[in-house]
């Protein structure tokens, strides 16, 4: 069965300092992969996906991912922090076949930025 | 703009009653599912549908049940609702495998 950790359950940056989020996934398989993030009270918007291709994937507002298959890692990056980047994160792992194609998604990491 | 509905944002109920909680897209999307967050455990799938009048059960199916009598509309019913299943609720759908889903906004139940 398909899994994903988030081994942070929060992180605080300062704004304007850089970000990585981390992302560990079980699959047998080449995955595809998603990173989420979740305002307070909010559904979830997708920030980027990597299906295939380049390992290096850029997302909306700034944020990057890197597929880093021999860590089985897809963490997510930001170069510099705005205020408005504190949300909740989610990473999320699918497959292409069988598991009906459904998506399991990490406990998340609660990102607080300090002015 | 892509959207998913839900119908509700916050729901109190009693326990023992059959709760519905509705869901609709306007992406004639073909697959939507049901997920319910909660604190430190992230999202739980508990439903999904390939199609209409088509369900299968995700991770946490007990307790609950679906209904898609038409592609744009997927609900959640609660058979009798339990203080357990206070949570946050949140549905989606997505085009096909490979795209990434589109989330509503949640619906907060709590059971009483």
């Known amino acids: 069965a398909q899994s994903v950790t988030q081994p942070d359950i929060h992180i605080t940056v300062s704004e304007g300092a850089s970000l990585e989020l981390r992302c560990n996934y079980s699959?047998?398989?080449?995955?595809?992969l998603f990173w989420y993030v979740q305002s307070p009270g909010q559904g979830l918007q997708l920030l980027l996906k990597?299906?295939?291709?380049?390992?290096l994937v850029q997302g909306i507002k700034g944020f990057e991912a890197e597929f880093k298959r021999s860590q089985s890692s897809f963490n997510l990056r930001k170069p510099s922090v705005h205020w408005s980047d504190a949300a909740e994160y989610f990473c999320a792992v699918g497959s292409y076949t069988g598991g009906g194609n459904k998506l399991t998604f990490g406990t998340g990491t609660q990102l607080k930025v300090e002015l | 703009d892509v959207k998913v509905t839900q119908s509700s944002r916050y729901l109190v109920k009693r326990t023992g009653e059959k709760v519905f909680l509705e869901c609709v897209q306007d992406?004639?999307?073909?697959?939507m599912f049901w997920y319910r967050q909660d604190p430190g455990l992230g999202l739980r799938l508990i439903y999904f549908?390939?199609?209409?009048?088509?369900?299968e059960k995700g991770d946490i199916p007990e307790g609950y049940s679906v209904s898609r009598e038409k592609k744009e509309r997927f609900s959640l019913i609660l058979e009798s609702a339990s203080t357990n299943q206070t949570s946050m609720y949140l549905c989606?759908?997505?085009?096909?495998?490979?795209?990434?889903?589109?989330f509503g906004s949640g619906t907060r139940l709590t059971v009483v």
């Open positions: 989606a759908s997505r085009r096909g495998a490979g795209y990434g889903y589109t």
């Open positions: 549908s390939y199609d209409v009048k088509m369900k």
């Open positions: 699959y047998g398989a080449t995955p595809y």
């Open positions: 992406m004639d999307h073909e697959n």
């Open positions: 990597y299906f295939s291709g380049d390992t």
